[in-house]
């Protein structure tokens, strides 16, 4: 039976079509939580592949208790529940192995593996349970009728997600053949010619049995509709309007990044999730709304494309961005050390000409920092600089957070904002302009410009000490790119670039500039990319492919 979740879209008419037109107007009516149909069958892979571990273990476990620490019965028919014992391992084993691969299954194809798992234990309980009723005492070993028919019960019940309508089949039919077997033994519905006559029947307890079976079947029943229930409202609770959320991808002093799908596209995507009790007032989600709407019109290669947001039910403000494959630069810098200044060079351009856009539609970052700037992979192009984050300034939390900024007070992050906004002045482009030099500051270095626990120390330091030179903390940095690095880092924004197209030529003009290559950026991820990055890759193109 099919789970509502997996019905298909589909086309209806609608009744208020209008009398004029001869033809009735078509109404798009979405399936209902097509999202929760591809959920489903993910969980339903994991869970079979843990069934069938434990089947296989358990069904082993028992198979070698019988075959070598109890008495060799001998006989046709211990013969057969020991080859039908054997069948049980092989096809536990198999499933489990093959739900361990990264193959994709159909939901189709997951229910009939879920038939045949649970299929065969229901062969061999039943021939042992009729070798045990009527069976030759030489031939089985007596055993209460029971026990496994409860075990396989619930195990089907706590490992399959299934709607109880859906489950109550399976699991009255588990819970019904021992009780049939004995009834069947009781009322003499079987041939006595199986074995001359009736005298070996045992386990006459049918009352008990049925009693016992029917509170199997009600409790195991119950808490498959729990579990669902449970199931479907943390699927809820991870969906914001037509978006699923996945896994955190991180957190900052507002909200959450999750890694996201569009239900309907299938399409990967990063949210970035703002509490309304991180926010502050309505006045600062208002701003938000206002600057997501002015960085959604920037269309550079290099911004961050934003392509929908909105506000839940519950006040939560978010906003969905393109997933960027990669890491941003603070975390390359953590894992494999300062840069070389020709991959520098690569990477600052680009972010020049992302703000060169930016700059020119009056909106100023604010907060340009490693942790907003990803190295990320698009388009079959590694190295692809991503500037994050503009405009979103983050609240002040106390002197022990890093990330201190406040509308109205500071903004940007201590280790990277400029002099201006260290002492609260009004930023403009120049400031952007020092924080990408205190950003190259870092790629070159792997250490920040000015170093502090405590953040007010930074932002004093940031407007008052001189930075010195990158070459004091790393050496062999090429003479003209610390030169600029260290006029971006002026006090002054008069002695700055004055745009971000004068620091890009300047850049360009370097000796080491266009020496890193695709092709060098192409041959450093395929040796030194994230394993992360890679697995979620390929399972982005296996979602594509199915």
Not at 271 to 276: N, Y
Not at 346 to 354: F, I, N, R, S, Y
Not at 398 to 426: F, H, K, R, W
Request: hydrophobic share 45%.
């Amino acid at each position: 039976m099919a789970e509502p979740s997996e019905i298909e879209e589909t086309l209806v008419f609608s009744p208020d079509s209008d009398p004029a037109d001869n033809a009735p107007r078509p109404v798009l009516v979405e399936g209902q939580q097509p999202a929760l149909s591809s959920a489903v069958s993910d969980l339903l892979r994991d869970r079979l592949k843990i069934a069938s571990i434990l089947l296989f273990l358990g069904f082993s476990v028992f198979f070698v208790l019988n075959r070598f620490l109890m008495p060799d019965l001998g006989g046709p028919v211990a013969v057969v529940l020991e080859w039908t014992h054997l069948a049980v391992i092989l096809v536990a084993g198999l499933t489990a192995y093959r739900l361990c691969t990264n193959c994709r299954f159909a939901m189709g194809h997951l229910r009939m593996v879920e038939w045949l798992l649970f299929g065969l234990p229901v062969v061999l309980f039943t021939l042992s349970d009729l070798a045990c009723l009527f069976g030759d005492p030489q031939e089985v070993i007596d055993r209460p009728i029971s026990p496994k028919w409860i075990l396989l019960t619930f195990i089907y019940a706590l490992f399959i997600p299934n709607r109880w309508q859906r489950a109550i089949w399976p699991i009255g039919t588990l819970t019904a053949i021992p009780v049939v077997l004995v009834l069947a033994a009781e009322t003499g519905l079987f041939p006595a010619a199986w074995h001359g006559s009736a005298a070996h029947v045992r386990h006459a307890q049918p009352l008990e049995l049925s009693l016992l079976m029917l509170v199997t079947a009600a409790a195991a029943t119950t808490g498959v509709h729990t579990i669902n229930s449970l199931r479907e409202e943390a699927f809820e609770a991870r969906q914001l309007g037509q978006y699923q959320l996945s896994k955190k991808l991180g957190s900052g002093g507002m909200g959450e990044v999750y890694l996201a799908e569009h239900m309907l596209l299938k399409r990967p995507c990063a949210i970035k999730v703002i509490r309304p009790d991180h926010a502050g007032d309505s006045r600062m989600l208002a701003r938000f709304e206002r600057e997501v709407q002015a960085t959604s019109r920037l269309t550079h290669w290099n911004t961050v494309e934003i392509f929908d947001y909105g506000r839940a039910q519950d006040g939560t403000f978010y906003y969905v961005m393109e997933y960027l494959p990669g890491m941003n630069l603070e975390q390359l810098v953590a894992m494999h050390g300062p840069l070389p200044a020709e991959r520098v060079i690569h990477l600052m351009t680009q972010l020049c000409e992302a703000l060169e856009e930016a700059h020119a539609s009056g909106l100023i970052h604010r907060d340009i920092k490693p942790a907003n700037i990803f190295a990320a992979h698009r388009g079959g192009v590694y190295d692809v600089a991503k500037l994050l984050d503009f405009g979103l300034a983050r609240p002040l939390t106390g002197l022990n957070d890093s990330e201190l900024t406040q509308e109205g007070t500071i903004t940007g992050s201590p280790l990277y904002t400029s002099p201006e906004q260290a002492v609260g002045d009004p930023a403009d482009e120049r400031s952007d302009i020092y924080s990408l030099g205190a950003v190259a500051w870092w790629l070159l270095t792997g250490r920040p410009v000015f170093e502090d626990e405590n953040p007010v120390k930074l932002l004093v330091a940031h407007a008052t000490r001189d930075t010195g030179r990158p070459s004091d903390v790393q050496a062999g940095i090429p003479e003209d790119l610390e030169n600029i690095v260290v006029r971006c880092l002026r006090k002054k924004p008069e002695e700055r670039f004055q745009s971000a197209t004068d620091l890009r030529h300047a850049l360009l003009s370097c000796t080491d500039a266009a020496r890193w290559s695709r092709r060098d950026a192409r041959e450093w991820w395929m040796t030194h990319g994230c394993p992360q990055k890679k697995q979620l890759d390929r399972q982005v193109l296996q979602d594509a492919v199915a």
